[in-house]
Nanobody, 121 residues
Framework: QVQLVESGGGLVQAGGSLRLSCAASGSILNINAMGWYRQAPGKERELVAR???????IYADSVKGRFTISRDNAKHTVSLHMNSVKPEDTAVYYC???????????????WGQGTLVTVSS
């Protein structure tokens, strides 16, 4: 009933910028929170940034001051603006939605398929 589709990944040089976007599709009434996670080879998936429908944000310490998350509640989209990227940022980035509500259904969480970000040195 609901899907998350990411876009914007690719190859970027250290110090550069990249913008990731995610759109939730389906007959959605509300999404409580949306965020971005990432997973590098051999490592566990970790939270990068999260924003609630009220605008409250959380960032991983490793990206504070460099990344900015934003969302459009009406369009059910979320973006991650990545500045001053580092090789350590290389990972598959996943869009995530929490407490997604439709007219006659609800989902605790939904994951996107992931988009690869590679930062070269």
């Amino acid at each position: 009933q609901v899907q998350l589709v990411e876009s914007g990944g690719g190859l970027v040089q250290a110090g550069g910028s990249l913008r990731l976007s995610c759109a939730a599709s389906g007959s959605i009434l509300n999404i409580n929170a949306m965020g971005w996670y990432r997973q590098a080879p051999g490592k566990e998936r970790e939270l990068v940034a999260r924003v609630t429908s009220g605008g409250t944000t959380i960032y991983a310490d490793s990206v504070k001051g460099r990344f900015t998350i934003s969302r459009d509640n009406a369009k059910h989209t979320v973006s991650l603006h990545m500045n001053s990227v580092k090789p350590e940022d290389t990972a598959v980035y996943y869009c995530h939605a929490e407490n997604v509500v439709g007219g006659s259904w609800a989902r605790l969480e939904v994951w996107g398929q992931g988009t690869l970000v590679t930062v070269s040195s």
